[in-house]
């Protein structure tokens, strides 16, 4: 469970983040979106203790962001931008790599799994940096719960898959939801929010300037909403 009350994060005299005040429940799968500069990726960074906040409080599974900041790592999923994997390594060496910081039981045999879950068996002992944008997405995604994380944080997680690697991301996201993980992911793509997501935010200017259920698994009904709030076309 994640909650946010009165958070803002203030950067170079610019107000980033303004005033969010969220509740996000065990096992909801919930998606942000909003236009370019909205202050999503900071949002998620702050709930990934890569940045720290201006004011306002967090609780992830009851832990306090401000003073449980290690104990929250453990618990937490993060998909960035970028893949935080090692160009050298191979899917294999990476994923072993980071179970190990978790302690994860099992470590080579979880990767091996891993791996084929995202496809890519065959590429096992290839080093990352000659692999494909959607490629190294697929490992980031491995990488990102290669722990079972108790609440994922994925930022953009469909940009450069294919199809199949867009059902791949689905089914991990539903397996996991089904677990009891709470989701919270950044999102461009109207689509997929409307398909696995239970509910939906608009974050605007560093604002929540919507909040809503997906009731028809329709991406014209996101849309609307979205041009309603950001757009401002009625
Ligand atoms: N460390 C920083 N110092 C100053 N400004 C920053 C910093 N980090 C982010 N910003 C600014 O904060 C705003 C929000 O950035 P953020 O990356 O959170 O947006 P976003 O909603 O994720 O956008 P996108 O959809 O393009 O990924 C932007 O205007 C950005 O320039
Ligand atoms: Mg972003």
Do not use: W
Request: proline share 3%; hydrophobic share 40%; with cysteine.
């Amino acid at each position: 469970m994640i909650e946010i009350k009165k958070l803002s994060k203030q950067a170079d005299n610019k107000f980033i983040l303004r005033g969010i005040d969220l509740r996000v429940n065990k096992g909801e799968t919930v998606a942000v979106l909003g236009p370019n500069g909205a202050g999503k990726s900071t949002l998620l960074k702050v709930l990934a203790t890569l940045i720290k906040p201006t004011a306002g409080h967090v609780l992830m599974n009851g832990l306090d962001l401000r003073k449980n900041h290690i104990e929250i790592k453990k618990v937490i999923g993060y998909l960035p931008h970028s893949s935080l994997l090692y160009d050298h390594y191979s899917p294999l060496e990476n994923l072993v790599f980071f179970g190990n910081i978790y302690g994860v039981n099992n470590v080579e045999q979880r990767a091996v799994n891993l791996v084929k879950e995202v496809g890519l068996s065959f590429f096992l002992n290839e080093p990352v940096k000659n692999f494909s944008r959607g490629m190294i997405q697929r490992i980031a995604i491995a990488r990102a719960i290669i722990h079972e994380p108790e609440v994922l944080l994925l930022d953009e997680p469909h940009t450069g898959l294919d199809q199949g690697a867009i059902s791949i991301l689905n089914n991990v996201i539903l397996s996991m939801k089904e677990k009891g993980t709470t989701t919270l992911m950044v999102t461009h793509d109207f689509k997929q929010a409307a398909e696995i997501c239970d509910r939906i935010i608009i974050v605007k200017n560093g604002k929540i300037v919507d909040d809503f259920r997906i009731e028809t698994r329709n991406q014209g009904f996101v849309s609307e909403k979205y041009e309603l709030q950001v757009e401002g076309v009625s």
